[in-house]
C-alpha cells in the first residue's frame, strides 16, 4: 500500500516541477527581447537630428504593439 502513495505522491511532485519549469521558460521567452527594445527606443530618443520636442513626444505614449 505504501507503494502506490509513494508513487502518487512522486507523480504529483514530478507535475509541479515540470509546471514551474514551463511557466519560467514562458516568462523568460517573453521578456527575452525587452533590452532590445529599451536600446532601440533609446537610441531613436538620443538621434543627433532630433530636435527637442520629437524626443519629448513619444515619452508619454504607450506602445500596445506585440
Same mark, same amino acid.
Given at each position: 500500500? =505504501? $507503494?502506490?502513495?509513494?508513487?502518487?505522491?512522486?507523480?504529483? +511532485?514530478? *507535475? !509541479?516541477? @515540470? *509546471? +514551474? #519549469?514551463?511557466? &519560467?521558460?514562458? +516568462? !523568460?521567452?517573453? /521578456?527575452? /527581447?525587452?533590452?532590445? =527594445? #529599451?536600446?532601440?527606443? %533609446?537610441? /531613436?530618443?538620443? *538621434? *543627433?537630428? =532630433? &530636435? !527637442?520636442?520629437? %524626443? #519629448? =513626444?513619444? @515619452?508619454? $505614449? !504607450?506602445? +500596445?504593439?506585440?
Amino acid at each position: 500500500m =505504501k $507503494q502506490k502513495y509513494f508513487s502518487i505522491n512522486a507523480w504529483i +511532485l514530478c *507535475g !509541479v516541477c @515540470i *509546471g +514551474l #519549469i514551463v511557466f &519560467t521558460f514562458i +516568462l !523568460v521567452a517573453h /521578456n527575452e /527581447n525587452t533590452p532590445n =527594445k #529599451i536600446n532601440q527606443d %533609446r537610441d /531613436n530618443l538620443l *538621434g *543627433g537630428s =532630433k &530636435t !527637442v520636442l520629437d %524626443r #519629448i =513626444k513619444p @515619452i508619454g $505614449q !504607450v506602445n +500596445l504593439s506585440s
